[in-house]
């Protein structure tokens, strides 16, 4: 079998979304039987696809579980795995933090204003990680890998920290918004929907997904 993004020959299964993202049980704050690592989607992928990538994965988590929408799995999952992956690794938050600033946020549906801090991320980092999992989850919904290009925007994030570029905020919180709108009574995939679920649209050729991780993270992906 061949891997998912390339023609290459594929030596092992990759998960998409990245493993690390699912909590392990004994991680878990809770007296439930909570399971969030079952029935998680796997690929073929070839070994410049799947293992050389592992420090993106950590990038993408630590990213996510301190972002401000995420939910209260996320910010257990910052307090266990990912504050013993920057013990082992601390330039983990230090790329994330280096560049922060204060700022404040207005909840666009609660009407809710906080403050918070905004730090600068690896634009290039964060958008290939996002391409490869877009492709991924292609391949596994689709049976078949993009052969096109792939756009990827992050509707949870901030698209800049400069005073003067609030009208580019308010675009991209004003896509964020059609997006939800356009697939508000699109079907939910993935088994463990606390940490992500996907949603997809067909539209003549023209594919999207709308990816979610801890619930408020949302992702919209074009297929182009």
Known sequence: ???????????????????????????????????????????????????KKSKDDEYLLTLLAITLPANEIAKNHFLTKVR???????????????????VTVINSQTGEIQNTTATRIEDV???????????????????????????????????????????LNNQCAELAEGADHIFAKCEFYGANPDVFKYQVLENGIDKLMRLHFYEGCRVSVFFR
């Open 1 to 51: 079998m061949l891997c998912y993004m390339c023609s290459k020959e594929a030596t092992s299964k990759e998960h998409v979304p990245p493993r690390c993202l699912f909590p392990e049980s004994r991680d878990i704050q809770s007296e439930s039987d909570l399971d969030f690592r079952k029935e998680l989607i796997t690929v073929p992928a070839c070994t410049d696809h799947n293992s």
């Open 84 to 102: 013993r992956s920057i013990k082992r690794n601390p330039r983990l938050i230090t790329a994330l933090m280096e560049n922060r600033c204060p």
């Open 125 to 167: 980092r964060l958008n290939s990680v996002l391409e490869h999992i877009a492709r991924a989850l292609y391949f596994h919904h689709f049976k078949e890998p993009w052969q096109g290009s792939v756009k990827t925007q992050c509707d949870f994030l901030l698209a800049s920290l400069d005073l003067d570029d609030q009208n």
